[in-house]
Structures are given as C-alpha cells and as structure tokens.
C-alpha cells in the first residue's frame, strides 16, 4: 500500500504564488517518477507537471514559466511551486506516484484563483 497527502492549497488572487506538496508513505522502497494532475468538476484529469526518478521534469504548455515540480528524495515529497497563478488554473490538484505497474493518487488539493 501507498499513500499520498497533498497539502498547500487554497484561494489566492491573481499573480499570487502557492506551493503545493505532497507526501508519499507505505511501501515505496527506491525513487519512484511522481507527478501532478488537475481536474475539474466534469472534466478529464490533467498532467500538469511530472518528475522523474532522476529529475527529468515535464509540464503542462500552459504552465511553463510560472509552475516548478521538484522533490525531496530523502523525504519522499513532491512539490509543485505555482507562480503567476490565473484564474483558470482553478481545479482541484492530485499528486501520483507510479510504483511498478500501479498509479496511487492523493485525495486532492483545492487551488482557486480570484481574479
């Protein structure tokens, strides 16, 4: 078993700057690639930004420049530093870890964006 918590999110006003996180537990015994998804109410799920287990990162078009995923190996944590927010980055956010042939989701984070 794996378990993510995200945490992080919340309302901001345009231009402002959120940092998500996300902590993996459970059985995850090497560096795993882990992502970030968005979704919204009735809408596909997203690849917003992912991670590599040596790095390598890629993003969403609509983010680059203003999103930076990153990690903490040592603490199995994934970050998702959002700078520049819009309003149309309001979705609820959910990190993955990919172990083996198996994706574990976090329960989701909420980032709305006032404009």
């Known amino acids: 078993q794996v378990q993510l918590v995200e945490s992080g999110g919340g309302l901001v006003q345009a231009g402002g700057s959120l940092r998500l996180s996300c902590e993996a537990s459970?059985?995850?015994?090497?560096?795993?690639?882990m992502g970030w998804y968005r979704q919204a109410p009735g809408k596909q799920r997203e690849l917003v930004a992912r991670?590599?287990?040596?790095?390598?990162?890629d993003y969403l078009d609509s983010v680059k420049g203003r999103f930076t995923i990153s990690r903490d190996n040592s603490k199995n944590v994934v970050y998702l530093q959002m700078n520049s927010l819009k309003p149309e980055d309001t979705y609820i956010y959910y990190c993955?870890?990919?172990?083996?042939?198996?994706?574990?989701w976090g329960q989701g984070t909420q980032v709305t964006v006032s404009s």
């Open positions: 459970g059985s995850i015994f090497s560096i795993r690639p």
């Open positions: 993955n870890i990919v172990v083996g042939s198996r994706v574990w």
């Open positions: 991670i590599t287990s040596d790095g390598n990162t």
